[in-house]
């Protein structure tokens, strides 16, 4: 049974392995609910920074959010990135730059329409040579199951 761990939620111990639904959250639609259906099957705990309701304007809460978003993309056996044509989501292209920098298993996906497509492509050829980045979600997420074996955690 697949356990998700949503923000700010910190259960004790945390669930392994787990992959984290990294991507736009703020004006984007509810990828992260797909996503999840799509992974339920393969990893035992998702960590969605998606929260149903979070209070825009809030000091505290946004420290919170932030902390557990760096914790959980630390902690997290993977990492799904997920560029959605909404938005340019420049905290979601910080976190790639942060993690394609490391050793984290990731797996990415960028909308065809995605603004910022040709540099997600571009910058993970010259830091991660041989990561395909995926033209939509299903595939992005169906990418996690083929090479799951080879992440440690998983």
């Excluded at 669930?15 to 992974?39: M, N, T």
């Excluded at 044509?85 to 910080?94: G, K, N």
């Excluded at 976190?95 to 497509?117: C, H, I, N, Q, T």
Aim: hydrophobic fraction near 40%.
């Amino acid at each position: 049974m697949t356990t998700v761990v949503v923000a700010p939620e910190r259960p004790v111990p945390s669930p392994r392995p787990g992959i984290f639904l990294a991507g736009g959250i703020s004006g984007v639609r509810d990828w992260q609910r797909e996503a999840i259906d799509y992974l339920r099957p393969l990893w035992p705990a998702i960590y969605n920074p998606r929260r149903v309701n979070f209070p825009m304007g809030d000091d505290a809460e946004g420290v919170r959010q932030i902390r557990w978003e760096f914790d959980q993309l630390a902690a997290a056996a993977a990492i799904l990135f997920w560029f959605s044509s909404e938005t340019t989501q420049p905290i979601a292209l910080y976190e790639l730059g942060r993690w394609a920098a490391s050793d984290k298993p990731l797996v990415v996906g960028a909308d065809p329409g995605y603004e910022r497509r040709f540099d997600v492509v571009q910058q993970l050829g010259l830091a991660r040579p041989g990561l395909t980045v995926h033209a939509d979600l299903a595939s992005t997420c169906a990418a996690t199951s083929t090479t799951k074996s080879t992440w440690s955690g998983a």
